[in-house]
């Protein structure tokens, strides 16, 4: 705004028409005078969210969307509702019964892409074979929020939304646009840091950078093996960055008061979900304030492992909580419609699982 010879406290009420008033267009920006108005349109300032291109409703509420950019690249952002308060939180009831009477939901996860695809090539993830397309800008991320909050009339500071960076892409490899992302949905869109959850698969020197970040959402690690054997394996990322040295910077991670670090642990029927598997596990979280979200398998065409044994799954929880670490088994999300974890790949065509 200062470059445009106006006051710098235009720029906030351009940001606050944005954000909050989320309008579309610059003729709706009655706050700014009429010239100004249309010389940020002349000037191309365009004001645009992504499209829904497609958009598939599982049995269960999750609905994924297909969005796409001005480029034509699209990615996949999901919208997880919760009808009973009981799964996608701390459990905590929300008693907000009125308003799941109204939408049939009172509180809803939002779970966003950071990238076009994904470089990271892990071999259980449909992600991984479209490869990296390309980083998304700040704007692009934040987008896919405020187009599925729009889709589904949801707002942000009224309605109990989390936000989880866990779609398409590793956050933490387009980590300057992802950050920036998350400080305009905390500052603009509304949404508190303490609702938001990053997930990475591994990327420890910027695990450091993120401690250190005065506004931040919550640390998830995807560790799915707990030895460099297998897990170098599974996640072959796991070369460049050891086990032991990202368990090194997780424990110099900085903690704030009563936050957690949460693992995720994708169970691989016959690979990495045996009781000595889950041993392992809880020799790595010694020293640790964590939890672990144990998440069976969610098939996939080309994807070349079994979904594990229920029996399995059980049992490999009960080592963990026997040992004090609280581990939960998540639901799986949309399966049938390709939006559970790991399934996002731009799948059009359906086909029906048995599970
Ligand atoms: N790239 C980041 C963010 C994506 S989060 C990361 O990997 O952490 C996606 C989560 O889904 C990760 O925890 C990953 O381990 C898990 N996942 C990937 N493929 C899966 C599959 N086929 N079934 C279940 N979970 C899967
Ligand atoms: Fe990328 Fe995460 Fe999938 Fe691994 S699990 S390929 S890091 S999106």
Sequence with gaps: MEGLGEPSYRARQVFDGLYRQRWSGWERFTTLPLGLRRRLG?????????QVEKKFVSGDGTVRYLLAYADGESVETVWMPEGDGGEAGDGSPSGDEELAD???WHRATICISSQVGCAVDCAF????LLGLRRNLTAGEIVGQVLAVLGDQQADAERDRLNLVFMGQGEPFLNYDNFMQAARLLVEGVGIPESRMTVSTSGIVPRIADFGAEAIR?????SLN???????TRIMPITKKWTIEKLMAALRDFPLRNRERLTFEYVLLGGVNDELKHAREVVDLMRG???KVNLIALNPGPEIPFAMPLD???????SVLTRAGIPA????????????????????????????
């Design 42 to 50: 002349e000037l191309g300032f365009g004001i645009g969210l992504p």
């Design 102 to 104: 109204k939408k049939g």
């Design 125 to 128: 993830c449909m992600t991984a």
């Design 217 to 221: 959402p919550k640390l998830a690690v």
């Design 225 to 231: 093996a707990p030895n460099e054997e297998l897990r």
């Design 288 to 290: 640790l304030r964590a």
């Design 311 to 317: 029996e399995r799954v059980l049992a490999f929880q």
């Design 328 to 355: 939960f088994v998540r639901r799986p999300r949309g399966r049938d419609i390709y939006a559970a974890c790991g399934q996002l790949k731009h799948t059009t065509e359906l086909v029906q699982f048995n599970s």
